[in-house]
Every structure is written in structure tokens, then in C-alpha cells.
Antibody
Framework: QVQLVQSGAEVKKPGASVKVSCKASGYTFTSYGISWVRQAPGQGLEWMGWIRAYNGNTNYAQKLQGRVTMTTDTSTSTVYMELRSLRSDDTAVYYC????????????WGQGTLVTVSS | EVVLTQSPGTLSLSPGERATLSCRASQTVGSSYLAWYQQKPGQAPRLLIFGASSRATGIPDRFSGSGSGTDFTLTISRLEPEDFAVYYCQQFGSSPMYTFGQGTKLEIK
């Protein structure tokens, strides 16, 4: 079955960077894209960006351009999301999600990774 | 940018009742590109409906989606205790690629 397993919780200071991993299994990794979605405490879902697994092409949300980088390692079926210059309002649960169908839906999700930004 | 507005913000109903959740888009959304998700506390979202009306794998038939253009609806025909959760609509477009509604909380009355 499809599984997306994310790395563990992180605590970072303002200005630091964080890198979250998402390891995929149960499907052909290079046949799908992966999106990252975050959720601040008590808030809704915010799309961060998308990466095509087979060639690393990306599309980032405008508000995060310049601070976020998504990469892929096809040898380990793992996608990474790095967020730099962290601020307190980056505190959130970060989810990876497989992009299914024709790219219009998120059909499988990771368990989420809590990133806390605090001095 | 397409903005999705969900209503109501909170819906209070009893098990066995019918729930109707609305998602309105600021611009026309292709029906193929509208999805619904369910999220329970402490869990990741789960895909319920894609293409406005197609149920995802394993989703009970009490969940149904409808709509086109700018108005979309998620209906739960007879609420089960496990259906009380937050529901989000999501659209796929050009820029940004994806946007979510702000969510509707379905709570037990």
C-alpha cells in the first residue's frame, strides 16, 4: 500500500533552517509528484509547493519563493523540503502528499511533521 | 488567484441527520479540479471526493459531491459518529497551483 513516512519533529530558532524528509513506498516513485502542505496551530491548510519526482521540476507558492526548496532523491524514493529564515509564524505541522490523478488531487498523505520555531 | 470560501464555518448536527457543506469559488473552477478532504484532530487530511463528484477509494457512499462552475457541495446523507470532523475543499489551477478553503467544522449537536 502507498505510504509516505516523514521525519520527526523539529525545534528551531528564528532565522534558522529546517529540512523535512518524506520517504515514499508502495508505488512507482517517479510516476507521481509530491506536494507539501502546512497547517499552523488551529488553522487551515496552506499549499507550499510541488515537485515532480522524476526530474525535480518544482512550483512554489509565491509567498514562500526564495525561502523554500524542494528536492528529490530517486535512489531512496525520498522528497525533501527545506525552509530557511524561519519565523515564529512558520510554526506548523508540515505534510507531504502524493499528487494523484492528473495532478489535481492529493490522494495519500504523510503523517505530518511538527516544526516549532521559538527563541 | 482563486479563493475558495466555505460555509458554514461550523455546522452542528446530530448523528443520522443530513449534512450539506458549501464551497464557493471566486472564479470558475473546472469540475475535474475540485476535491474534498476530511481531517480529524491530530490526523492528516484524507481525500474524500475528487473531480467534484467521484468518491476516493474506500469512501462510504453516504458521502457525495456535486456542483460546477463556482458552486460546489459536499453532502453526507446520514451522519455517523465518525463523520464529525473538519472538511476542506481544494482546487487545482494555474497560479497558485492549489488553494484550499478555510474549512467547515462539523460538530455534534
Amino acid at each position: 500500500q502507498v505510504q509516505l513516512v516523514q521525519s520527526g519533529a523539529e525545534v528551531k530558532k528564528p532565522g534558522a533552517s529546517v529540512k523535512v524528509s518524506c520517504k515514499a513506498s508502495g508505488y512507482t516513485f517517479t510516476s507521481y509528484g509530491i506536494s507539501w502542505v502546512r497547517q499552523a496551530p488551529g488553522q487551515g491548510l496552506e499549499w507550499m509547493g510541488w515537485i515532480r519526482a522524476y526530474n525535480g521540476n518544482t512550483n512554489y507558492a509565491q509567498k514562500l519563493q526564495g525561502r523554500v526548496t524542494m528536492t528529490t532523491d530517486t535512489s531512496t524514493s525520498t522528497v525533501y523540503m527545506e525552509l530557511r529564515s524561519l519565523r515564529s509564524d512558520d510554526t506548523a505541522v508540515y505534510y507531504c502528499a502524493r499528487v494523484g490523478g492528473f495532478g489535481e488531487r492529493f490522494d495519500n498523505w504523510g503523517q505530518g511533521t511538527l516544526v516549532t520555531v521559538s527563541s | 488567484e482563486v479563493v475558495l470560501t466555505q460555509s458554514p464555518g461550523t455546522l452542528s448536527l446530530s448523528p443520522g441527520e443530513r449534512a450539506t457543506l458549501s464551497c464557493r469559488a471566486s472564479q470558475t473552477v473546472g469540475s475535474s479540479y475540485l476535491a474534498w478532504y476530511q481531517q480529524k484532530p491530530g490526523q492528516a487530511p484524507r481525500l474524500l471526493i475528487f473531480g467534484a463528484s467521484s468518491r476516493a477509494t474506500g469512501i462510504p457512499d453516504r458521502f457525495s459531491g456535486s456542483g460546477s462552475g463556482t458552486d460546489f457541495t459536499l453532502t453526507i446523507s446520514r451522519l455517523e459518529p465518525e463523520d464529525f470532523a473538519v472538511y476542506y475543499c481544494q482546487q487545482f489551477g494555474s497560479s497558485p497551483m492549489y488553494t484550499f478553503g478555510q474549512g467547515t467544522k462539523l460538530e455534534i449537536k
